[in-house]
């Protein structure tokens, strides 16, 4: 029987991995926590973070043990090696929620900014064409 605490710290690694593969998908890159143009952009430590728990409490969503004293589950917890694959699996899709609802908020933003400005063809090819921060930037840039 493995410790309980252990296999909640294995489980946060792989939500942890699955959150961290998903930084280089897009254009988020791997940067510190900032704040651009307004906006906080939460950075790789971010994603890491709600990837591990994602991970974590899906996790413990599945499992049937309750807690008895000293932190001892009952009936023993025995971790899978597909329990393993699935937490890299939601902390990847975790994290890209996370990115996904951040590139709403800027993509708002921009539409905000946009609607207030002269019509500008070449910012409106950069604001369908680019990433989030190269749209709201084009749209900063209107006259």
Not at 37 to 42: A, E, H, L, N, V
Not at 48 to 74: C, D, K
Not at 125 to 143: D, V
């Amino acid at each position: 029987m493995h410790d309980l605490v252990i296999d909640l710290v294995i489980i946060a690694v792989c939500g942890a991995v699955g959150g961290f593969v998903n930084v280089f998908i897009g254009d988020s890159g791997l940067h510190l926590p900032t704040i651009e143009q307004g906006i906080f952009r939460p950075g790789y430590m971010g994603v890491v973070i709600v990837g591990l728990v994602a991970a974590v409490g899906a996790w413990l969503a599945t499992q049937t043990s309750s807690l008895t004293g000293n932190m001892t589950p009952s009936p023993p917890v025995a971790l899978r090696l597909s329990e393993l694959s699935t937490a890299i699996i939601v902390g990847f899709g975790g994290a890209r929620w996370f990115k996904s609802e951040a590139e709403t908020t800027i993509f708002r933003k921009t539409a905000a900014v946009a609607a207030g400005k002269s019509a500008d063809s070449g910012a409106a090819a950069t604001i369908a064409s680019g990433t989030a921060f190269e749209a709201l930037s084009a749209a900063n840039r209107m006259p």
